[in-house]
């Protein structure tokens, strides 16, 4: 047999080179520099056939969903529930009618935590999060407990930025705990929570749980039915898909046992002046018009997704993740903040006497996106002695020669800073 032209690297390489040809923003250039876009944890840039689908669906199909005969409205609804199918294949999902649209994943933990839990938490119960979570698993949940007496509880995180599992089964065994919600992956450390077994902490003591994917989807295979949690969350716009609209995935049987959380049209089988026939889940909870171009866009992204090979996502992203990881340990005094082996190429960091803000601003004028603040992370961030921290957060479209951009950028943004203190 003759030797093979390439290489599996090459392929790979290759592979992403094509894939990043279809992000148009990342062709462009900032401050006169190339763009490198490493806050793709904020949001992620959209592909051309993401574009592509939404822009069909105006030009073409547009109408409402769900209420005319006419073809445009077949076809928009036919468009819809079809995203809807998608995206629950995607998720690993098997019955689509367990996906509920939202406009983001921070709708959908409110819809939880309005719909599920508010009619069921009572004074003195507890609900777990933990000091890792996104504000958007925090404060609704806090919200909640102040309205009912109940208590928010938190399973810490270790210096090394993993949760404490052996605190999270005591906490379980320990405390009337309503609802365990926690985060698929941290936004802040790039840390990958060991899901299945705290799904299953949480299930040996009959809690349900909640997992917010925000920051998973993008990177991890997602596999719905097997992980066994209640509900889980994520955003379109962190997975390649449009801004303005996520979803809420949810055990039929958990559905079907809750009230609607916003009343409308949609949602109604027969109203009179007196009462309402609410519909079946999932449409229950889709009160008034959808975001039903955000929809079709998002089953763009999720088919682009499922379009590569089975794990080249997490081989091409833990290259880059060692790759960042090593750039950063190489400047002296900056500190990443958490450590996990297995983490998605997810760093933030601080360094003394320099304020995160004004050197996104000296790495701006290079050209470089990162964030810097708590990112909806404060509790996290006073766990670790900071107010505050930069994070480079990349993506499946991102490239070693960036990394190394990224890292000279940074030096001479801190040089710079050094000669201006
Ligand atoms: C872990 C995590 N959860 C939830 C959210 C909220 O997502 P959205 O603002 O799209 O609702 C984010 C956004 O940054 C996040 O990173």
Redesign the pocket.
């Known amino acids: 047999m003759s030797e093979a032209l390439l290489s599996e690297a090459q392929i790979q390489r290759r592979l992403f080179e094509l894939v990043r040809e279809e992000f148009p923003a990342l062709g462009r250039q900032v401050h006169g520099k190339a763009l490198v876009y490493f806050d793709n ?2 949001t992620t840039q959209k592909p051309l056939r993401v574009l592509e689908a939404m822009d069909r669906f105006y030009r073409a199909h547009n109408a409402n969903v769900h209420r005319g005969v006419h073809a445009l409205a077949v076809e928009a609804t036919e468009l819809y529930e079809g995203a809807r199918a998608t995206l629950a294949r995607f998720l690993g999902a098997a019955d689509p009618r367990g996906v509920v649209f939202t406009r ?4 959908a933990v409110n819809l939880v935590a309005q719909a599920y839990l508010a009619p069921r938490l009572k004074p003195g119960e507890v609900v777990l999060v933990t000091a890792m979570d ?1 504000h ?2 925090l404060v609704p949940w806090q919200m909640l407990c102040r309205a009912r007496g109940a208590r928010l509880m938190a399973v810490p995180v270790d210096e090394k930025g993993m949760l404490d599992l052996e605190g999270a089964a005591r906490m379980l065994t320990g405390y009337p705990v309503r609802l365990f919600a926690f ?1 698929h ?1 941290s ?1 802040v450390l790039g840390t990958v929570n060991p899901v299945a077994e705290l799904i299953a902490l949480a299930r040996a003591q009959g809690i349900p749980t909640l997992v ?1 994917g ?2 998973a989807a993008a990177h991890l295979p997602i596999a719905f039915d097997r992980l066994g949690c209640d509900f889980y969350v994520l ?1 379109a ?2 997975m390649f898909g449009p801004t303005g609209i ?1 979803a809420l995935i949810a055990r039929r049987e958990r559905l079907q046992e809750m009230e609607p959380w916003q009343g409308g049209g949609e949602m109604v089988l027969e109203v009179s002046l007196e009462e309402s026939v609410f519909a079946e889940p999932p449409l229950r909870f889709e009160a008034g018009t959808p975001n039903v171009a955000g929809a079709v866009g998002w089953a763009a992204a999720c088919e682009f997704l499922r379009a590569l090979p089975e794990g080249a996502i997490q081989a091409h992203e833990s290259a880059l993740s060692r790759a960042l990881q090593e750039a950063l340990t190489a400047i002296p005094g900056l500190r990443v903040l958490g450590e996990q082996p297995g983490k998605i190429a997810i760093a933030s960091f601080v360094l003394e006497g320099v304020h995160p803000q004004d050197l996104a601003l000296f790495l701006d004028l290079e050209g470089v996106a990162v964030r810097s603040g708590h990112h ?1 992370a404060q509790p996290l961030h006073r766990r670790f002695g900071v107010s505050g921290s930069c994070r480079a957060s990349l993506a499946l479209y991102n490239t070693p020669e960036e990394i190394e951009a990224f890292a000279s950028a940074l030096r001479r943004s801190l040089h710079r800073l050094a000669q201006a203190a």
């Open positions: 944890a904020a983001g994943a921070t709708e996104h958007s698993n985060p992956v936004n917010d925000a920051q955003s716009h962190k996520g909806c």
